[in-house]
T-cell receptor, first 110, second 115 residues
Framework: EDQVTQSPEALRLQEGESSSLNCSYT??????LFWYRQDPGKGPEFLFT?????EEKEKERLKATLTKKESFLHITAPKPEDSATYLC???????????WGAGTKLIIKP | DTAVSQTPKYLVTQMGNDKSIKCEQN?????MYWYKQDSKKFLKIMFS???????INETVPNRFSPKSPDKAHLNLHINSLELGDSAVYFC??????????????FGSGTRLTVV
């Protein structure tokens, strides 16, 4: 069964303290691994799509990487405005829908 | 201009009532979705329409009925509301059902509370 698991559930960092969020996936024939950011009271906002192992994408302080079993969202020198829930989703070859993880709630303290 | 807009943002209603949530997108996308996000933040697909045609219909109670009058609109009607229906419902769209390179664009959600 296709599955996406994110860890940790919550992560508290000091401003400037770099870290990584993990997304483990078991999906047959990965067709895309997606990262979204969700702020309280809002819908998820698209960040990145990764397609193959070894691929990396960057946006400001965020960098997403992909292996054959997991993806990491690295956050470098985070700021309080980076606080949000980060969601990971995967799409396999068997259907069109995305399989979502439960998210990691990131809190950056000033 | 809001890309995907859904109304209402909040909906509080009693058990047994019937309610509707409306969604409109102005992105010219062909595919629209309804998702349910529970208290644990899991997003679960409910329905997907591609050019007004239903393509995904996950196992949801038949009290939930989507309607797509045109490809820019996807409404969700819920009959005989139950306490367990309380959640945040998100509408989303993508260019096509195949091309999700740029991800889905989500609305801001409708928080449904059944009392």
């Amino acid at each position: 069964e296709d599955q996406v698991t994110q860890s940790p559930e919550a992560l508290r960092l000091q401003e400037g303290e770099s870290s990584s969020l993990n997304c483990s996936y078991t999906v047959s024939g990965l067709r895309g691994l997606f990262w979204y950011r969700q702020d309280p009271g809002k819908g998820p906002e698209f960040l990145f799509t990764l397609y193959s192992a070894g691929e990396e994408k960057e946006k400001e302080r965020l960098k997403a990487t992909l292996t054959k079993k997991e993806s990491f969202l690295h956050i470098t020198a985070p700021k309080p405005e980076d606080s949000a829930t980060y969601l990971c989703a995967a799409r396999g070859e068997s259907n069109y829908q995305l399989i979502w993880g439960a998210g990691t709630k990131l809190i950056i303290k000033p | 201009d809001t890309a995907v807009s859904q109304t209402p943002k909040y909906l509080v209603t009693q058990m047994g009532n019937d309610k509707s949530i409306k969604c409109e997108q102005n992105l010219g996308h062909d595919t629209m979705y309804w998702y349910k996000q529970d208290s644990k933040k899991f997003l679960k697909i409910m329905f997907s329409y591609n050019n007004k045609e239903l393509i995904i219909n996950e196992t949801v109670p038949n009290r939930f009925s989507p309607k797509s009058p045109d490809k820019a609109h996807l409404n969700l009607h819920i009959n005989s509301l139950e306490l367990g229906d309380s959640a945040v419902y998100f509408c989303a769209s993508s260019p096509t059902q195949d091309r999700v390179t740029y991800g889905y664009t989500f609305g801001s959600g409708t928080r449904l509370t059944v009392v």
